[in-house]
């Protein structure tokens, strides 16, 4: 059973610099853009979009389904971009072993 007492230990010691890791990754972010740069998307490491930013040049009311479909590219690339961000960092204190529901 002792065995069994430091296995436990084991895990919340990982738990608690999981939750400790995923606070840190909250104030982390990456940044993508699509259309050149016309449009650029900031993510976090709780894949939450923190910022968009939207050239002049690029916003013609004539052609509003360019810019959603430039809008849309840069935020999926962002949360994208955001899950690997998350992934790797926990992958470097996991050891590369998944723990279900901290991802």
Known sequence: M??????MKQAQKLQSK????????????????AGGGMV????????????IAIDKEVVDPE????LQ???LAAVNDALAKAQEMVAAEMGK????FTVPGMM
Request: net charge negative; charged share 25%.
């Open 18 to 33: 999981m939750m400790k890791l995923q606070e840190e990754l909250a104030d982390k972010t990456v940044e993508t853009s």
């Open 40 to 51: 650029r998307v900031v993510a976090n490491g709780r894949q939450q979009v923190v910022s």
């Open 2 to 7: 002792k065995g069994m007492g430091n296995m």
């Open 63 to 66: 052609d509003v389904e360019m």
């Open 93 to 96: 204190l996991t050891g590369g």
């Open 69 to 71: 479909d430039l809008v």
